[in-house]
């Protein structure tokens, strides 16, 4: 059984920084990409960053210049790195992992971390 494991959430003041990371365990082939969504209350779920497996990287507008993706590919875990953060920041942020266990491809979610920016 594949798990995703999310770590690192918490209060922060706006403008500071804070890290989360992911590790995915259980038994599989490979990780395609990986990456992170968050939901704020009363909005959708919304991509946040990701990673393939290549390193290439994809970011939400919002987010640009202030948060960076990382990708630890032996240790099977994903890191976001937040700075400059801003209330509406403020959601509950969800690790995603597309897994190859041939034959199939499954998309996973990690259970998410609230990360809440506040004064």
């Known amino acids: 059984q594949v798990q995703l494991v999310e770590s690192g959430g918490g209060l922060v003041q706006p403008g500071g920084s804070l890290g989360l990371s992911c590790v995915a365990s259980?038994?599989?082939?490979?990780?395609?990409?990986m990456g992170w969504y968050r939901q704020a209350p009363g909005k959708e779920r919304e991509l946040v960053a990701r990673?393939?497996?290549?390193?290439?990287?994809t970011y939400a507008d919002s987010v640009k210049g202030r948060f960076t993706i990382s990708r630890d590919n032996g240790q099977n875990a994903v890191y976001l790195q937040m700075n400059s953060l801003k209330p509406e920041d403020t959601a509950v942020y969800y690790c995603?992992?597309?897994?190859?266990?041939?034959?199939?491809?499954?998309?996973?979610w990690g259970k998410g971390t609230l990360v809440t920016v506040s004064s």
């Open positions: 995603n992992a597309v897994i190859r266990s041939p034959p199939y491809t499954m998309n996973y």
């Open positions: 259980g038994r599989f082939f490979s990780i395609n990409e």
């Open positions: 990673i393939i497996s290549g390193g290439s990287t």
